[in-house]
């Protein structure tokens, strides 16, 4: 390669290397990297009202009434080991 390659070359890497440097030097700094825990209120689930009669199916099926019945147990609080 000829010196004017070169010389293009050393100048895309140092307006690359500036420009990296410059754009975090500005960057907004975050306040708080870690997101909060979901709670219980969070879930937005329907639940049926208390007696409310309830099919139980066993396997894939389709129905035109439905509400949830249980979702599971999701935590809200850290694991620890």
């Known amino acids: 390669m000829d010196p004017f390659s070169w010389a293009a ?3 895309f890497v140092a307006v690359l290397v ?8 500005l960057a907004p700094k975050s306040k708080n ?6 709670t219980e ?4 689930m329907p639940m ?6 309830q099919c139980i199916f066993f396997g894939d099926c389709w129905t035109a009434d439905w509400f949830v019945l249980g979702y599971g147990n999701y935590r809200y609080q850290a ?3």
């Open 48 to 53: 049926p009202d208390e007696g409310t009669p």
């Open 18 to 25: 500036a420009s990296y440097v410059l754009n975090t030097a």
């Open 33 to 38: 990297s870690t997101p909060e825990a979901a």
């Open 41 to 44: 209120d969070d879930w937005n």
């Open 79 to 81: 694991i620890k080991k």
């Open 9 to 11: 070359v050393a100048k």
